[in-house]
């Protein structure tokens, strides 16, 4: 079974960064897409960058592009995200998530089967 493990979340600064990272296992084939997730209390969760395992290309939400950069290292089975000039409202629980193909055009969450615990990130003014 596929396996993700989300971890790096804390407390920072208004201005600062964090790197979240994902570890993932188990994939049956090399075919999946690796996505970055967070949520509110009594929001939705909400979509925020993918990365394929396949040939790295990547995709961001408005909300996020320019601030946050999702990597992946070489061997496909872990992922980071990287998040600067961080700011109170990207206070959050932070999920990775999984899904087989290789379009990263979205960010759909029902489309994601596999999931990660969350990791908290809480950005102070």
């Known amino acids: 079974d596929v396996q993700l493990q989300a971890s790096g979340g804390g407390l920072v600064q208004a201005g600062g960064s964090l790197r979240l990272s994902c570890r993932a296992s188990?994939?049956?084939?090399?075919?999946?897409?690796i996505g970055w997730f967070r949520q509110v209390p009594g929001k939705e969760r909400e979509g925020l960058s993918c990365i394929s395992r396949t040939d790295g290309s990547s995709h961001y939400a408005d909300s996020v592009k320019g601030r946050f950069t999702t990597s992946i290292d070489n061997a496909g089975n872990t992922v980071y995200l990287q998040m600067n000039d961080l700011k109170p409202e990207d206070t959050a629980v932070y999920y990775c998530a999984a899904r087989p193909g290789i379009v990263v055009t979205t960010l759909t969450e029902s489309f994601y089967d596999h999931w990660g615990q969350g990791t908290q990130v809480t950005v102070s003014s």
């Open positions: 188990g994939f049956p084939f090399n075919e999946y897409v």
